[in-house]
């Protein structure tokens, strides 16, 4: 039986039976370009199988929306499902979203061309690039007690950029109660690199700053001369452009209310501001993440070894880009990064193994938790493992 969805004007033809799909085993061949895969082959179910799958995720989540890339060993494809908004998805998938968090795995690779070239290392404090002076924000941060004062600048001290990465600052997300950057004191909550997991933007933006000091450039500038020009991301940008009044999608909250805005930073911030798509994000996965371009072969390795241990999730991260070890499974490790801005949501995972990737972009509050997994129920049915973070 089939049945017919009407959705901003596009018609799909969705298959109410349900099919499995299985992971592609790695062979020892070398994999086509992608840009050369196919979309559709023959055995597995076709890009409008998915796409109509994933039409009635959105439908069902509430989720105006959905962005997705999906490639294999031997396919790739990508597409937009405008469920309900008043912001049309664009036909050729370039419709801009809000990157979130995502934000850090690009800029993480971004430090990694500065270690290959030696502007930075892993182990040397922060605050010795800056002239030995410790950043502002760390110093007299408890007011009325000194000695705790002190302490706090002490360990600021210790921040490496390696600590950074792999989220040991044992600073807040965010030190502010708004929950975005702020100028307020940075006050930690233990020593660095002892406390264990703790994400953390504040820690991601202060990099940014070493970086910038480094280099004499913007986060936006580094951007473009590492990775954007390079290869060709050419919708990409960590501060807002003049185009994306026409291109980038409007958010929705929980219950579907339509912002207002849609977050048009002008200064960017390697934490949270990547403003980017699907076509241009998949290059990155696959030039950056899957083939380590640009990037000596030991660093590639180091930049997505599992570190340091997330207890929450049972999960890692490398420097800069959760991993899933997945020892006791077939499917080998995932690379994985979430993201989530007010009424965006956002998400990417990679299966070296299998040559296999998703990337997702949403708009809207309802683009995480039932809606990844339900996605994920589609994409990897018979993948054990568990990577949303």
């Given at each position: 039986m089939?049945?017919i969805?009407?959705?901003a004007?596009?018609?799909?033809?969705?298959s109410c039976?349900?099919?499995t799909?299985?992971?592609?085993?790695?062979?020892p061949t070398?994999?086509?370009v992608?840009?050369e895969l196919?979309?559709?082959?023959?055995g597995q179910?076709t890009?409008?199988w998915?796409?109509?799958r994933?039409?009635?995720?959105?439908?069902t989540?509430?989720?105006?929306i959905?962005q997705?890339?999906y490639?294999?060993?031997?396919r790739?494809?990508?597409?937009e499902?405008?469920?309900?908004?008043?912001?049309?998805a664009s036909?050729?998938v370039?419709t801009m979203?809000?990157?979130a968090s995502v934000?850090?795995?690009?800029?993480?690779?971004?430090?990694?061309?500065?270690v290959?070239r030696?502007?930075?290392?892993l182990?040397?404090?922060?605050y010795e690039?800056?002239?030995?002076?410790v950043?502002?924000r760390f110093?007299?941060?408890i007011p009325?007690d000194?000695v705790?004062s002190?302490r706090?600048e002490e360990?600021?001290?210790?921040?490496?950029a390696r600590?950074?990465?792999t989220h040991?600052t044992?600073l807040r997300?965010?030190q502010?109660?708004?929950?975005w950057?702020?100028?307020?004191k940075l006050v930690f909550t233990?020593e660095?690199d002892?406390?264990?997991?703790?994400?953390?933007?504040?820690g991601?933006?202060?990099l940014?700053?070493?970086?910038e000091h480094?280099?004499g450039?913007s986060?936006n500038?580094?951007a473009?001369?590492?990775?954007?020009?390079?290869?060709?991301?050419?919708?990409?940008?960590y501060?807002w452009r003049?185009?994306?009044?026409t291109?980038h999608?409007?958010?929705?909250?929980a219950?579907?209310?339509?912002?207002t805005g849609r977050?048009?930073?002008?200064a960017?911030?390697?934490a949270y501001?990547?403003?980017t798509?699907?076509?241009?994000f998949s290059i990155?996965?696959?030039?950056?993440i899957?083939?380590?371009?640009g990037?000596e072969?030991k660093?590639?390795?180091a930049w997505?070894?599992?570190?340091r241990l997330?207890?929450?999730?049972?999960?890692y991260?490398g420097?800069?880009?959760?991993v899933?070890p997945?020892?006791?499974?077939?499917?080998?490790p995932?690379y994985?990064?979430?993201?989530?801005?007010?009424?965006?949501?956002?998400?990417?995972i990679?299966?070296?193994k299998?040559?296999?990737?998703?990337?997702?972009?949403s708009n809207s509050?309802?683009?995480a938790?039932t809606?990844?997994?339900r996605?994920?129920a589609?994409?990897f049915p018979?993948?054990?493992?568990?990577?949303y973070?």
């Amino acid at each position: 039986m089939k049945k017919i969805l009407l959705m901003a004007g596009i018609t799909l033809l969705l298959s109410c039976t349900e099919e499995t799909l299985v992971l592609p085993e790695p062979i020892p061949t070398e994999p086509p370009v992608a840009s050369e895969l196919p979309e559709n082959v023959p055995g597995q179910p076709t890009k409008d199988w998915y796409m109509g799958r994933t039409a009635e995720v959105g439908i069902t989540q509430n989720v105006p929306i959905i962005q997705l890339a999906y490639k294999t060993r031997d396919r790739k494809f990508m597409f937009e499902t405008a469920n309900f908004s008043f912001v049309t998805a664009s036909p050729d998938v370039t419709t801009m979203f809000q990157a979130a968090s995502v934000s850090k795995a690009l800029f993480s690779y971004i430090v990694m061309r500065y270690v290959d070239r030696g502007m930075i290392d892993l182990d040397k404090p922060l605050y010795e690039y800056t002239g030995g002076v410790v950043k502002e924000r760390f110093r007299n941060a408890i007011p009325g007690d000194p000695v705790a004062s002190a302490r706090n600048e002490e360990w600021a001290k210790l921040l490496t950029a390696r600590i950074v990465l792999t989220h040991g600052t044992a600073l807040r997300n965010w030190q502010s109660s708004t929950g975005w950057p702020s100028e307020e004191k940075l006050v930690f909550t233990g020593e660095p690199d002892q406390m264990g997991y703790t994400y953390s933007g504040e820690g991601i933006q202060y990099l940014q700053e070493v970086l910038e000091h480094i280099s004499g450039l913007s986060l936006n500038q580094m951007a473009e001369q590492e990775v954007f020009g390079p290869f060709g991301m050419e919708y990409s940008s960590y501060v807002w452009r003049s185009e994306y009044a026409t291109t980038h999608a409007f958010g929705y909250d929980a219950n579907n209310v339509l912002g207002t805005g849609r977050g048009e930073a002008w200064a960017g911030n390697a934490a949270y501001t990547l403003r980017t798509n699907v076509r241009d994000f998949s290059i990155f996965i696959e030039k950056c993440i899957m083939e380590g371009q640009g990037l000596e072969r030991k660093t590639h390795e180091a930049w997505l070894s599992p570190s340091r241990l997330n207890n929450n999730l049972g999960l890692y991260f490398g420097l800069g880009v959760r991993v899933n070890p997945n020892q006791a499974f077939d499917y080998g490790p995932t690379y994985a990064h979430g993201g989530s801005n007010p009424r965006f949501r956002c998400h990417f995972i990679v299966f070296p193994k299998a040559q296999t990737y998703l990337v997702y972009f949403s708009n809207s509050d309802n683009g995480a938790g039932t809606t990844l997994q339900r996605l994920y129920a589609i994409f990897f049915p018979q993948y054990p493992g568990v990577s949303y973070g």
